[in-house]
Nanobody, 124 residues
Framework: QVQLVESGGGSVQPGGSLRLSCAAS????????MGWFRQAPGKEREGVAG???????NYADSVKGRFTISQDNAKNTLHLEMNMLKAEDTAMYYC??????????????????WGQGTQVTVSS
């Protein structure tokens, strides 16, 4: 089992920015589909952004143009840069690693391993 530890969450005003990070216990970024999903109270899990082993990325329509996912293979770290944050982005954000053959936004939060999450709150 892979251990994932998220960091970087916090409270920010609408229009602000946050950068989430995820540290993995092992070198998995070259073998697994990695991504972030979020869950707000009373709502279902939502795949936010994913990155495949070839470096291709996927984003939910709700975050396209505002969020950027990236990974640092040398440091076993995954990042999510979040800009122009909105109140509806408020949620617990989880980093996840999905084993093959699963991949894609639909798989985030359904398969594989994820961390304890980091809270993002957007409020004025």
């Amino acid at each position: 089992q892979v251990q994932l530890v998220e960091s970087g969450g916090g409270s920010v005003q609408p229009g602000g920015s946050l950068r989430l990070s995820c540290a993995a216990s092992t070198d998995i970024y070259t073998t697994r589909y990695m991504g972030w999903f979020r869950q707000a109270p009373g709502k279902e899990r939502e795949g936010v952004a994913g990155i495949a082993t070839d470096g291709s990325t996927n984003y939910a329509d709700s975050v396209k143009g505002r969020f950027t996912i990236s990974q640092d293979n040398a440091k076993n770290t995954l990042h999510l840069e979040m800009n122009m944050l909105k109140a509806e982005d408020t949620a617990m954000y989880y980093c996840t690693a999905i084993p093959p053959p699963f991949h894609g936004l639909w798989a985030l939060g359904r398969f594989g391993d994820w961390g304890q999450g980091t809270q993002v709150t957007v409020s004025s």
